[in-house]
């Protein structure tokens, strides 16, 4: 059984889960607009991950016994100046999201909650991931140069994500 402080930090999560996937179609869009193929294809498929996290806290609260509560979902913005103010977002909303993970952990702790603190223990690997897959793009674009022309090899990389 979960604690009703338990149950209503996942449901956060998952709302906060599904904005990061909202925000990442949102980029998809704004690449695919902006001709850049690779990079929409990578962002669709990010987008379609962090559903995937959000649907895990959900299955999770109802595996034990709580109630799913779904909030609306922020929107995300639009337009971005160039790739490298995508990708600088992406690492920014990455690590805000292992302070998220972080303090949900710290909150399980402090429940004494074992089973949720071992769910978790997934999404603290996973943001280690995250945040370095992030960075490692963007360490890329500015080795490229952040003009769409100079993006095309990179564009291609991209591309091959499976
Ligand atoms: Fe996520
Ligand atoms: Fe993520």
Known sequence: MLSKTMEDALNRQINRELYSSYLYLAMSAYFKAANLDGFAHWMRLQAEEEKVHGMKIYDYVIARGGKVML???EAPKAKW?????VFEEVYTHEQKVTGMINTLVELAMKEKDHATFEMLQ????????????????????????????????LDHELGERK
């Open 122 to 153: 997934w999404f603290v690997r996973e943001q280690v991931e995250e945040e370095e897959n992030a960075s490692a793009i963007l360490v890329k674009i500015r080795m490229v140069g952040d003009v769409p022309g100079h993006l095309f090899c």
């Open 71 to 73: 909030q609306a979902i």
């Open 81 to 85: 100046a160039s790739a490298g103010k």
